[in-house]
């Protein structure tokens, strides 16, 4: 079938990687500051510092030379704008949001219907005091990959103790997430590592730091009805699943929503909370009027204003978080709306990083066109 077809070239896609600098460098600088940590308090012999030094220079040379010649071999790409651009593809455009059920026999809404939520359950009995207690109960009472458990242990505990994560619900949360299994399989080895990466269809998985900050502003309370637009990888909506039993959320890229949906599908028989996640193919701009008003919504891509149905599909006293900003850059702010005595509507708007920049997916119409307006093209005139 031509759509199959091309879904799979499509597909192809995902193979674009990008190579993890930011991570390596992280590492190569905890690395060398531990050593000088060691140097100073006295315990090593500066000539084993100088050894490793040179090593370090060495094999980083080398080391840098690799990704090069990767990227000459193969379609890396090396920036996250040329990510992005990915979803300017076509062929992703032309299958965007347009999909009918006649056309393949699949169907673009997904309410599976609540089998076994066990969120509240999981929630109130698992231990998160010892990573030890944590290990033990996950092994009895979870079907994950065991391999893993231990780096999710860190990588939460880090969320932790750079206030990113801070209510216990949203710790237990995160630690019931297995994000190996949203995480595409060429970025093997990078399931724990706090970086975006890319899944495809010129989208990204979130960034842990990120997708924990917008979490805790969101303040999920059980019985909330949560929306989000920008399913993406899935892993967001999978977090707010054992957050509430009421998650709603939506994607623009067909191929990409078949991904998910499908993704989903097979958790749901060992992770049975992914159940109460309804999803539906189409354009986010326009909210889910059917389940409207919603207490809380997430945005996981880009604009510059906030969507006027989003708006008015938010509940008085919810709390919308999205990433607002020109294309270049956005801030995550919390918009919290409330209603007056007199019955009038007031916004509160607060920076949830304080000033400083992130940069997400464009939001797009079905047409693949930015709902943001576009920067003016630099003046490189002479003053
Ligand atoms: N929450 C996702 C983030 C994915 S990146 C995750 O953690 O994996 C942002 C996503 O927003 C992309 O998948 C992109 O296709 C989607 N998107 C962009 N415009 C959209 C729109 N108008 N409606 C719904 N989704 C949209």
Redesign the pocket.
């Known amino acids: 079938m031509e759509a199959e077809k091309i879904i799979s070239r499509i597909g192809s896609i995902t193979s674009l990687d990008t190579f993890p600098y930011q991570l390596y460098i992280q590492t190569s600088v905890n690395f060398m500051e531990n050593i000088l940590q060691n140097f100073f308090s006295k315990s090593i012999p500066a000539s084993v510092v100088v050894a490793v030094f040179l090593g370090l220079f060495i094999g980083t040379s080398f080391g840098l030379f690799i990704p090069v010649i990767v990227a000459s071999n193969s379609e890396r790409v090396a920036s996250y704008e040329e990510v992005a651009a990915q979803?300017m593809v076509d062929d992703v455009l032309r299958l965007a949001g347009r999909g009918s059920s006649e056309e393949t026999g699949l169907s673009y809404i997904t309410l599976p219907g609540i089998q076994k939520y066990d969120g509240p359950r999981l929630a109130q009995t698992m231990p998160i005091e010892t990573k030890e207690a944590w290990l033990s109960w996950m092994s009895r009472n979870r079907n994950d990959n065991p391999d893993f458990l231990e780096e999710r242990w860190q990588w939460a505990q880090d969320l932790v103790l750079s206030s990113e994560l801070k209510r216990p619900e949203d710790v237990r949360a995160f630690l019931l997430t297995p994000r190996e299994h949203?995480v595409r399989a060429v970025n093997k080895g990078l399931e724990y590592a706090n970086t975006w990466l890319p899944?495809g269809?010129?989208?990204?998985?979130?960034d842990p730091d990120v997708?924990s900050m917008m979490t805790t502003t969101l303040n999920v309370q059980p019985g909330d009805k949560v929306l989000?637009?920008?399913?993406?990888?899935?892993?967001?909506?999978a977090i707010l699943s054992y957050l509430t039993k009421d998650v709603y959320t939506?994607?623009?890229?067909r191929p990409?929503f078949i991904e998910t949906d499908a993704l989903y599908r097979d958790l749901e028989r060992n992770f049975p909370s992914y159940s109460v996640i309804n999803r539906k193919l189409?354009?986010?701009?326009y909210g889910w009027e059917e389940f409207a008003p919603f207490d809380k919504i997430i945005v996981?891509?880009a604009i510059d204003h906030i969507p006027p149905p989003l708006l008015r599909q938010l509940n008085p006293g919810g709390i919308m978080v999205l990433p607002l900003g020109p294309p270049n850059r956005q801030y995550i702010m919390e918009i919290v709306k409330r209603e007056m005595e007199d019955g009038s509507i007031t916004l509160s708007r607060r920076d949830v990083y304080n000033g400083q920049s992130v940069k997400?997916?464009?939001?797009?119409?079905e047409s693949g066109a930015s709902?943001s307006t576009p920067l003016p093209p630099e003046d490189t005139s002479l003053p």
């Open positions: 979803s949203f899944i269809y010129g989208a990204t998985i979130t997708v989000e637009i920008g399913t993406g990888s899935g892993y967001q909506s939506i994607e623009i890229i990409l189409g354009d986010g701009y996981t891509c997400f997916i464009p939001f797009r119409d709902y």
